[in-house]
DNA sequence: TTTTTTATTGATTGACGCGTCAATAAAAAC
DNA sequence: GTTTTTATTGACGCGTCAATCAATAAAAAA
């Protein structure tokens, strides 16, 4: 009983389980099987559509890196000044669509799928290259030359954020990170407590 | 031709080799074969003196942690000062002997790796806590109450600037990423440039 | 209505890898 | 000098999994 116009449907119900499988399993160490049963069809169809596994975890990392950049850019336009920038930037990166474990999880994942992986590399740069320049944006403003600089190390730092929460149990706690990194912006913004 | 007291020395051999192999793949993705092999010996003996796979990741783990720990110690007993105390540890944690390629991978998938064992979980965790509560040690004295919460920081800074070093191509850069995060923790301690 | 295209899967294949075991050999103990 | 212990490996069984394929079925096109 095909329908037809199923690939887009298949497509994301695939990228999404696979997300879902690798934050339940913490590892890519899934199978195609248990993603394509868990999106409700024979692994053989996730085959068809994608041709193989590793393009499969690509596309689902293509898929959250687009849901991170979407956030930042509608947090983006909703902020005016540059410190309101910054802190929509890593508001976003917290954002509760985000920062959650099956994300966290997936996220940290994709640092290791770059290393075998040469798209998935490019994409992990791309996401470092727009971090680190959303953020410089910001930052050069009120800070000169020294904005590159800290760019840099904000966004380190909200990539350690991420790590450890990996290890943490229970959900991420959203709020807390956010306060964390801010306490650090403000701090290069030279605002002393 | 046995030799006796082989054991520890096969062990070790083991344990390198499999640092080595992760670093070389940068994935937990390498067989016993490989990684004895490697080592100069069958997978059967390997499979003998560890018992598994996953034991002999997690040795691997508890060496490499027990390198960085070493540094840290031997840094520490040659700093007195709270400031120096907290330059040493940053600087032991990017020294040469840990900020090699191989170690960066092979750190990075030891988080992979404690999304399944428990016990990596537990020498990931003992890690986190001995790092924070070195970090406070030297921070309290400058900062008071804040103190704990600026280590938590700087710890997520290290670990975030490994993360992002997993991404770089070549070797490491030590006394780079040392300048990236002393300058945040001199920003925390309030010198002003 | 026949043909083609799209959707779908069960079954299969071929490879690969972990872990085991029996067998060999040298040292140590007796 | 026999026995036990330690070291070591080749071979292999058993399971798993990615990927393929042939077969089925429904829609669309001709």
Redesign the pocket.
């Given at each position: 009983?095909?329908?037809?116009?199923?690939?887009p449907i298949?497509r994301q119900a695939l990228v999404k389980a696979t997300i879902a499988e690798i934050g339940q399993h913490g590892t890519l160490d899934v199978?195609?099987?248990q993603i394509a049963r868990r999106a409700g069809?024979?692994?053989?169809?996730a085959?068809?559509y994608f041709g193989?596994?590793?393009q499969i975890f690509v596309a689902a990392m293509r898929y959250t890196m687009g849901v991170y950049a979407a956030e930042v850019r509608g947090a983006l336009t909703m902020a005016q000044g540059s410190k309101e920038r910054i802190e929509a930037i890593v508001r976003a990166s917290f954002s509760s669509r985000n920062f959650r474990s099956e994300t966290v999880a997936a996220w940290m994942n994709f640092y290791v799928l770059a290393q075998v992986s040469p798209e998935a590399r490019r994409l992990l740069n791309v996401y470092h290259r727009r971090l680190r320049s959303n953020l410089a944006q910001g930052l050069k403003p009120l800070l000169g030359a020294r904005g590159e600089a800290a760019a840099s190390r904000v966004a380190a730092l909200i990539d350690g954020v991420y790590l450890r929460q990996s290890l943490g149990e229970g959900e991420p706690n959203g709020p807390r990170a956010i306060r964390q990194v801010l306490e650090y912006v403000h701090l290069e913004l030279g605002e002393r407590r």
């Open positions: 009983m095909p329908k037809l116009g199923m690939e298949r199978t195609v099987s069809m024979s692994s053989a169809l085959h068809h193989g596994k590793e």
